[in-house]
């Protein structure tokens, strides 16, 4: 089934359309309406709708103008444009607005069922190209060319010697280069569907990687890559303002690909860099970022700096098991931590070193532990930390025992940082709500204004501030304009054109028609019910 949103002013004719004909017949469920183009745009983001079905003409924002906004951030919606004028103006900008099918009013129920009927073709023939195994196998043999993917490999692992960077790029490399750069690394998750076979994820991640070639195919200077599983891209950028549009791109196609794959997904977008060489360094906060998907929203892009401690650090050089450690202390639970110190001294044991090769080993993973309570500011009591792990080496009777109590030095740092990101967190929420107080009566206000105060992105802000308050952006800010309407209703003269400019409303009939929306009455009958 596809989800079809219907959008006009009048009730009578929303009602009309959605009764015409049988939806779920042709394949379709009508799961939203709105009566405007500004709400039909909010409803749009929440739902996701296939198909949106608009009027032109409509108050506070008409129906070519919302159906450009709504392509700008949802390119794969499919828009029919109807309308009572025969106009060529409308059906030009229609056209040039990639809608699907132009219709006049009065609607017909038969001319209605053919419009429906194409557009759920096309739909399908999306989707099959998608999920088709020929299809997807034929993308798969077609892949990219063999050096140049090994070149940006090589890159990202760190495994191409700085001193011959230049001269491979020659080769293998026209067009990376740039003054920053910046790796990104979307993930599909499996953790939910054990039906999915090998093949199957094989071939997911192909259509992944096509799907994010052709998405970012307007942008010369990202380069798409299938890695181990995985899709990898590469940006670059000639200004360092280009890395906010970078993260928005992945972030749109993770939106898609969960709509067109029908598998989850998540960027990990890592920190910018300003050569070739540091391309393993963003590499490996790309996946950084990635793994905090288990603590937040999938299918949205993730920046490491959104997530870590600024200028936090990316331990490059040690073992894989010490580096699960830290992984666990940071978003880990607490057994998957306690299994991965086990696997760490185990480890240990079964190599046989000797003892002072023991002990080093040990006393080296303490102290990227205390470094990375470092990085979020934690005072771990370091200098008895480090005195009472001297002694205990230089007098070790069992391994277990260091163990143990390397176990609780973790656990500590583990509760420490955790109390850290909920403060930190709760302390933007306040920031937050500081900003949107200071600035609700400006009509301007927006969710990317308020993030570039806060410095983050507005897809990881959106998702920790709705987690924490239960409301959107805009829900909030609405509530905090409504209550000073009411206020100022109840406590003084004002006209309500006056009120709404007071606020942050330029449209007066909007003001009326949010808060008619919310009280059930407009702000004139309220005050007149108030006075008496």
């Keep these: 089934m596809y989800n079809v949103m219907l959008v006009d002013d009048e009730e009578e004719v929303r009602l009309a359309i959605e009764k015409k004909i049988n939806w779920q017949e042709l394949g379709f469920n009508v799961v939203a309406t709105a009566e405007n183009g500004q709400d039909a745009l909010e409803r749009a983001l929440e739902t996701q709708p296939d198909v949106v079905m608009t009027d032109v003409n409509m108050p506070f924002m008409n129906g070519l103008e919302f159906s450009k906004q709504l392509k700008a951030q949802l390119p794969a919606t499919k828009v029919v444009i109807f309308s009572g004028y025969d106009e060529f103006d409308y059906a030009k900008e229609a056209i040039e607005l990639s809608a699907e099918e132009y219709i006049l009013k009065p609607i017909d129920a038969d001319e209605l069922y053919q419009v429906f009927a194409r557009i759920k073709v096309r739909l399908d023939d999306e989707v099959d190209k998608r999920r088709n195994m020929e299809t997807l196998e034929k993308y798969y043999q077609e892949s990219f060319p063999f050096f140049r993917e090994q070149f940006l490999i090589g890159l990202i692992e760190g495994h191409i010697e700085p ?31 054990n039906e999915i076979n090998n093949d199957t994820r094989r071939l997911l991640c192909v259509s992944l990687n096509q799907l994010a070639k052709e998405r970012l195919a307007g942008h010369a200077n990202y380069y798409c890559l299938n890695y181990l599983g995985n899709v990898i891209v590469l940006g670059c950028f000639e200004r360092a303002e280009e890395y906010d549009e970078f993260v928005t791109d992945l972030d749109r196609i993770c939106k898609l690909s969960a709509k067109l794959l029908q598998t989850n997904t998540t960027a990990g977008v890592g920190g910018m860099v300003t050569e070739l060489k540091d391309l393993f360094s963003s590499f490996k906060s790309a996946r950084e970022a990635a793994a905090y998907r288990i603590l937040l929203d999938e299918n949205q892009a993730i920046p490491i700096g959104d997530v870590e401690p600024k200028g936090a650090h990316i331990n490059l050089f040690e073992t894989d098991n010490v580096n699960q450690i830290l992984k666990q202390i940071k978003i880990g639970s607490p057994e998957e931590l306690k299994g991965s110190i086990h696997e760490f001294f185990s480890n240990l044991h079964q190599k046989g070193v000797a003892l002072y090769q023991l002990k080093l080993s040990i006393l080296e993973a303490y102290f990227e532990i205390i470094k990375l309570a470092r990085t979020y500011d934690i005072n771990s009591e370091d200098e008895k930390g480090d005195k009472d792990i001297l002694e205990l080496l230089e007098k070790v009777e069992s391994l277990d025992m260091v163990e143990k109590w390397f176990e609780d030095r973790c656990f500590k740092v583990k509760d420490m940082v955790n109390k850290t990101r909920l403060d930190s967190t709760g302390l933007m929420i306040e920031k937050a709500k500081g900003f949107i107080a200071e600035h609700f009566t400006e009509s301007d206000i927006s969710v990317e204004s308020l993030c570039t105060y806060l410095n983050v992105s507005p897809n990881y802000f959106s998702s920790v501030f709705k987690k924490n308050t239960g409301l959107s952006f805009v829900s909030y800010l609405t509530d905090i304009r409504l209550k000073k309407a009411v206020e100022l209703l109840e406590n003084t003269d004002e006209k309500a054109y006056m009120i709404a400019g007071m606020i942050g409303y330029e449209e007066p009939n909007y003001f009326s028609y949010v808060f008619k929306k919310a009280y059930g009455i407009s702000p004139s009958k309220y005050r007149q019910q108030r006075g008496n």
């Design 163 to 193: 001193d011959r960077i230049n001269e491979i790029a020659a080769d293998y490399g026209q067009g990376i280069e740039g003054n920053f750069y910046a790796v990104g690394i979307i993930k599909l998750s499996f953790e939910n569907q």
